[in-house]
């Protein structure tokens, strides 16, 4: 698996440069705290919790009115240290596959 180890930098189509940091158990927690309910918001309170730009960690809000390639990027970065990239079906945007 592919884990973060150190702060990674991902620079957004616009020129801007967000930062992206290493998560811990906290995180995931928080993440869902969070997501509430909707499954389907977990990755994206997750990649706010943690990537930042400015110092400033992202909001919710920020990520959706990002362009898809710049949203992508981000989620990339901590990409396969995620807990949902490690756990096929745990949400249902990602695929089971079958054993």
Do not use: H, W
Not at 56 to 80: C, H, N, R, V, W
Request: net charge negative; proline share 5%; charged share 25%.
């Amino acid at each position: 698996m592919d884990t973060i180890t150190e702060e990674r930098s991902v620079i957004l189509s616009d020129g801007r440069v967000v930062q992206v940091r290493p998560g811990k158990g906290r995180d995931m927690l928080e993440a869902g705290r969070r997501a509430g309910v909707d499954v389907s918001r977990l990755p994206f309170e997750m990649a706010g919790l943690l990537a930042s730009m400015d110092g400033q960690p992202l909001s919710f809000d920020t990520l959706m009115d990002m362009e898809m390639a710049d949203l992508t990027a981000i989620m990339a970065a901590y990409g396969k240290s995620n807990f949902l990239a490690s756990r096929p079906g745990i949400c249902s945007t990602l695929p089971v596959s079958e054993a």
